[in-house]
Nanobody, 127 residues
């Protein structure tokens, strides 16, 4: 079965950086687009960034565009989220997720289009 395991979260001061990783197993990783989502306390889960199966196309939420970068290494079955210039409002549990459809032509943003999820990694940004 598909397993997605996030790592790299932690406590960081505002303005700092973190890199999240999501290691995938149980699937042909290179065939699927991947996404990062986050959920802050008392809020709904929201889209953060997505990347297509080949890594040639990405999309970002407006709130993180220009600060976060999603990338993938298909040889390592891993997707990354580089987070720079972090803000307290970036505090959340971050989840990676797998697109339900292989070789999708579009990079997904809607949570309903992702069918496997990791357990999440906590990011806390202090002011």
């Amino acid at each position: 079965q598909v397993q997605l395991v996030e790592s790299g979260g932690g406590l960081v001061q505002a303005g700092g950086s973190l890199r999240l990783s999501c290691a995938a197993s149980g699937l042909t990783f290179s065939a699927y687009g991947m996404g990062w989502f986050r959920q802050a306390p008392g809020k709904e889960r929201e889209f953060v960034a997505g990347i297509n199966w080949s890594g040639t196309s990405t999309t970002y939420a407006d709130s993180v565009n220009g600060r976060f970068t999603i990338s993938r290494d298909n040889a390592k079955n891993t997707v990354y989220l580089q987070m720079n210039r972090l803000k307290p409002e970036d505090t959340a549990v971050y989840y990676c997720a797998k697109d339900f459809n292989p070789y999708a032509s579009l990079v997904r943003r809607a949570a309903a289009m992702f069918d496997s999820w990791g357990q999440g990694t906590q990011v806390i940004v202090s002011s």
